[in-house]
């Protein structure tokens, strides 16, 4: 039999005790953080991110439709961002470039190239996904952005800091995490009644940056009706330089060309 040294065996316990012991668990505190302190927070992480690129996994679930699509992002400064889907087997869906002023959506399964101004797109889902185009950069991003909120409670929930406000009509619930103190979840009201929420999850350190691996949205259709799309990021960079071409987008010869600047004119 192979006999052990009690240092040996001590000395073993306590690698085995660091390997399975868990993270730290940050309690929230409300004498250590106002609410503004965390909204204020939350601004200065969205405008830290400058530049982003990455592939991602889009998970849809809806009444009409679900399946897997493959994502390639990428953004630069304040206005620019390309978003390209692909489909099972690496099928080309569709592509949307967002700048300042203008739009550009691909349509590359009905062959359709739509270009106009972004209050031309305004109401119209991107693909069957069941989400606007105009709100597509804010949910890959992950921005919520707020005018005034006028606080209505702020307290502690699920273990982590929670926030309700409202501005005019439109409610606020929100959740930040107790130790990022960036928020997890946001819910988005009108009149009392939700009309969708966003989840964030698994925040990963890119480039002294923290970014939620996972981004889940759904939106209420009705009581018995809600629609999902999940965004897992498989790869992503953060405040790196992009290409100029990366932003450039191919169009074929037959396709289909419509200016909805000029149709909203007729």
């Known amino acids: 039999m192979i006999k052990y040294s009690f240092l040996t065996v001590f000395t073993l316990m306590l690698f085995l005790f660091s390997c399975t012991a868990s993270k730290k668990v940050v309690i929230p505190d409300l004498t250590e953080v106002t609410y503004r302190d965390l909204l204020q927070l939350n601004s200065d992480w969205q405008r830290s991110i400058k530049n982003l690129s990455g592939t991602a996994r889009i998970t849809l679930d809806t009444q009409q439709y679900s399946g897997n699509f493959g994502a390639d992002v990428a953004l630069s400064g304040n206005d620019s961002l390309l978003i390209s889907v692909t489909g099972p087997l690496g099928i080309r869906v569709g592509k949307v470039f967002v700048s300042k002023n203008r739009f550009i959506f691909y349509n590359q399964v009905m062959n359709q190239f739509y270009t106009g101004k972004k209050e031309d797109f305004e109401g119209k889902n991107f693909l069957q996904f069941p989400i606007e185009i105009s709100n597509l950069r804010s949910l890959l991003l992950a921005q919520d952005r707020f005018e005034i909120l006028k606080k209505d409670q702020f307290t502690i929930r699920d273990q982590m800091y929670f926030l309700t406000a409202q501005n005019g009509s439109n409610q606020y619930k929100i959740w930040f995490d107790p130790a990022l103190k960036l928020i997890r ?52 960079s953060i405040n790196e330089y992009i290409q100029p071409n990366v932003f450039d987008i191919n169009v074929s010869d037959n396709a289909t060309q419509i200016d909805l600047s000029l149709e909203n004119q007729l």
């Open 185 to 236: 979840r946001i819910e988005y009201l009108r009149d009392e009644e939700l009309l969708y929420y966003k989840e964030y999850d698994e925040f990963k350190l890119v480039n002294n940056v923290y970014f939620p691996n996972v981004i889940n949205y759904v939106r209420v259709v009705s009581a018995e009706e809600k629609q999902g799309l999940s965004v897992l990021f498989n790869e992503l």
